[in-house]
């Protein structure tokens, strides 16, 4: 078993939807990481948090520390959000973290 | 600024080829990051490197080798090319667990 998970996998939606992707984790964790890598390859760090929750334009990430439980959300989705989603956790003594990356969530936006 | 650039973008090698990637950061980073992605793997952290003059290994470190002569750049080398190093570079650079920046990644073939 991965020791982070995401689901959906992959996921497709109308523009303006509401979308949320989910990263559950099994250790444990400094911080986590969700990053976007475009389809031409690229990838962004979008947020890191360790409580709580933070917004940034039309995303907000959650997080919830006791049930090793994180969520990525999109208000008002565009087609231009279309990517891949990727949950991280740092892992390790400190000094020596290190990320530990989902598999990704596909995400695709149609208008 | 450039953030993090790797050279070169793509490579082809035959088998038993050596060659070595190199990542540069500008944002005076204690922290750089060298990971690999294959298809259905997600991103695997092959060294890393805590600041200059150190490195460790990460989940994947056979058959790779790295050294950080200067806090700026951070180096990967491939002594013996196999086809199973055929898979997309990415370099990282942090500080302590804060957000990663990611290079355009390396895009490396072993025949």
């Known amino acids: 078993k991965n020791e982070v998970e995401q689901s959906p996998q992959n996921l497709t939606a109308q523009e303006g939807e509401f979308i949320t992707i989910n990263c559950s984790y099994s250790?444990?964790?400094?911080?986590l990481h969700w990053l976007q890598q475009h389809p031409g390859g690229g990838i962004v760090s979008l947020f890191m948090?360790?409580?709580g929750k933070k917004k940034h334009g039309r995303l907000i990430a959650t997080i919830n520390i006791q049930e090793k439980h994180s969520s990525l959300h999109i208000t008002a989705s565009h087609p231009r959000d279309s990517a891949v989603y990727i949950c991280?956790?740092?892992?390790?003594?400190?000094?020596?973290?290190?990320?530990?990356f989902g598999q990704g969530t596909r995400l695709t936006i149609n208008p | 600024n450039a953030g993090v650039t790797q050279t070169p973008k793509f490579r082809v090698l035959k088998t038993g080829q050596s060659m070595t990637l190199l990542c540069a950061q500008d944002?005076?980073?204690?922290?750089m990051y060298w990971y690999r992605q294959d298809p259905g793997m997600g991103l695997r952290l092959i060294h890393y490197?805590?600041?200059?003059?150190?490195?460790a290994k990460g989940e994947v470190p056979d058959g790779y080798n790295v050294s950080r002569l200067k806090k700026q750049n951070f180096l990967l080398g491939l002594e013996s090319a196999a086809p199973s190093q055929t898979s997309v570079y990415f370099c990282?650079?942090?500080?302590?667990?804060?957000?990663?920046?990611f290079g355009p990644g390396t895009r490396l073939t072993v025949l």
């Open positions: 944002m005076n980073h204690e922290y």
């Open positions: 990282a650079s942090s500080r302590l667990l804060m957000l990663q920046f």
């Open positions: 250790v444990g964790i400094s911080a």
């Open positions: 991280a956790v740092y892992v390790g003594l400190q000094g020596a973290q290190k990320l530990v």
């Open positions: 490197s805590v600041g200059e003059g150190t490195t």
């Open positions: 948090l360790s409580s």
